[in-house]
């Protein structure tokens, strides 16, 4: 986000959304500060630079920093809860009467049952409609635990960050399943710790027990050859060969001796390798994430657009900055709205420059190739004018969609008028500004911006 000057944080976040929902109120110098922020930016870079200068400028309790650190401590609980996990695990699996460890036990208990919760966890990722949109249980664990410990268990936030959804959302979720990967980290270092302490300070062995002759025998070999393959050409003596495997079959009535260490190094990096690494490269993933979401932070939930048309409302007429150029004004249902009449308008308060002028009833076929010429000459902007009370929003969003198909990332501007008796443009209804408000926010495109007409200053 060094596009925007300043890095947003889920701090930084969670203190804006607390701020929007308590609306408060921006004096006016602040109001200036955002519109200069805003300044030679468009739709989603201009919301972030703005409200950016808001949360910073409004103050107020420090929410975010409550959470997060309340997170940290719920984090460094679980990780601390699975490190003993881990190495009281090894000492679950330890034979005390055969002082030796069940190698196969070992694979399929502490290394094998992680594999199927990650495996469950990616099944359950799929079956979503986006990978960010629901919580894991243990997510919502975590979650809970760290809103009480931070003395906020309803905090207002976290209802508007779950219920708008989209990046924010996603960003909180994501900050979550990295501490859980910390977690997991935390439980196959208490693996590797019991393991080495076990060697360290006992004599211990190594087997694996069967009813059959040669079956059992065959797949144990196949599965430590294809788990040693990450570390086998450079440290081959971490991998049990067939004598190895053999040798160390128990049968009843045996006595069990120490070792062998072929065992031992191969549980041990196969618990790095396999155990660990995977929750490591899971914890990055997330990390990467959680930046992705707050870099691609859009606002377009109802009360963010609300927001932002109040304070870059305000000041708009007197700004210094240059019109766009080259706009294309749609006149959408053919209103007959003269050029002349609206362009001081549209230079005032939308700042914008018309280059083209062109009456359509609905975006048909026939006329699209006319309109996408248009727009290839108009790259700069577009601008839909449309009469207040004419609202039909499937017509309005096929029209939508269709310009956003020939110029996708071009400012995209509505101007809603109504015709006044002698056919001169007028302001619309309050409902109707609600209405067309609400439907320009349904459309949830960060570069949309909504104006009504307003007559000029006698």
Same mark, same amino acid.
């Given at each position: ?5 300043? #890095? ?5 976040? !969670?203190?804006?959304? #607390? @701020? ?25 870079? /201009? ?14 309790? /420090?929410?975010?920093?409550?959470? +997060? ?23 679950? =699996?330890?034979?005390? /009467? ?5 190698? +196969? ?33 243990? #997510? ?13 268990p309803g905090a207002t936030w976290w209802g508007r960050l779950m219920r708008d959804g989209g990046a924010p959302r996603a960003a909180v979720l994501w900050r979550l399943a990295r501490i859980i990967q910390g977690a997991?980290?935390?439980?196959? !270092?208490? =693996? ?11 004599? !211990?062995?190594?087997?694996?027990? %069967?009813? %059959? ?9 196949? =599965? ?20 190895? !495997?053999?040798?160390?079959?128990? +049968? ?18 196969? %618990? ?13 993933? @997330? ?10 932070? $859009?606002? #377009? ?25 080259g706009v294309l004004v749609l006149d959408v249902g053919g209103g007959g709205w003269r050029p002349d009449e609206l362009r001081p308008f549209l230079l005032r308060r939308l700042r914008v420059n018309p280059a083209a ?7 048909? $076929? ?7 010429? @248009? ?22 969003? /096929? ?60």
């Amino acid at each position: 986000m060094a596009d925007d000057g300043r #890095q947003w944080t889920l701090e930084g976040l !969670i203190d804006f959304e #607390q @701020a929007v929902d308590a609306g408060v109120e921006a004096p006016a110098v602040l109001r200036d500060e955002v519109l200069a922020a805003a300044r030679d930016r468009d739709g989603a870079s /201009a919301r972030r630079a703005g409200f950016a200068v808001w949360r910073d400028g409004i103050g107020g309790p /420090a929410h975010g920093a409550g959470f +997060t650190g309340a997170l940290s401590l719920v984090g460094g609980g679980l990780a601390l809860v699975l490190f003993l996990s881990g190495a009281t695990g090894v000492l679950g =699996i330890l034979d005390r /009467a055969r002082g030796g460890i069940h190698v +196969t036990l070992f694979l399929a208990v502490l290394l094998g049952v992680q594999w199927l919760v990650l495996l469950f966890a990616l099944v359950a990722w799929l079956f979503r409609r986006k990978g960010a949109e629901g919580f894991s249980m243990v #997510q919502a664990l975590v979650g809970r635990l760290a809103r009480r410990f931070s003395g906020e268990p309803g905090a207002t936030w976290w209802g508007r960050l779950m219920r708008d959804g989209g990046a924010p959302r996603a960003a909180v979720l994501w900050r979550l399943a990295r501490i859980i990967q910390g977690a997991g980290v935390a439980f196959n !270092i208490g =693996i590797a710790c019991g393991l080495g302490g076990l060697v360290l300070v006992r004599h !211990i062995g190594f087997y694996w027990e %069967t009813t %059959t002759d040669v079956a059992m025998h065959t797949l144990l070999e196949r =599965i430590t050859g294809f788990l040693a393959v990450p570390w086998s050409a450079w440290w081959p003596a971490a991998v049990p060969d067939s004598a190895v !495997i053999d040798a160390t079959r128990w +049968t009843p009535g045996s006595e069990l001796p120490p070792g062998p260490a072929a065992w031992w190094m191969f549980l041990l990096m196969a %618990t790095l390798v396999w155990g660990m690494l995977p929750r490591l490269l899971l914890w990055l993933l @997330a990390w990467r994430c959680e930046r992705k979401a707050l870099a691609s932070l $859009d606002f #377009q939930s109802r009360a963010h657009r609300a927001l932002w048309r109040d304070l870059s409302g305000a000041g708009r007429e007197d700004t210094s900055e240059k019109p766009l150029d080259g706009v294309l004004v749609l006149d959408v249902g053919g209103g007959g709205w003269r050029p002349d009449e609206l362009r001081p308008f549209l230079l005032r308060r939308l700042r914008v420059n018309p280059a083209a002028w062109h009456p359509v009833a609905v975006l048909d $076929d026939g006329a699209e190739d006319l309109v996408s010429q @248009a727009l290839a000459k108009a790259p700069a902007g577009v601008v839909l004018l449309a009469e207040g009370w004419a609202l039909s929003p499937p017509r309005m969003s /096929a029209l939508h969609r269709r310009v956003r198909a020939a110029a996708p990332d071009c400012p995209l501007r509505f101007l809603v008028a109504n015709p006044s008796e002698h056919g001169m443009p007028k302001a619309p209804e309050e409902s109707e500004r609600a209405e067309w408000e609400r439907f320009v926010d349904s459309l949830r495109d960060p570069d949309a911006e909504v104006f009504f007409y307003e007559a000029p200053p006698a």
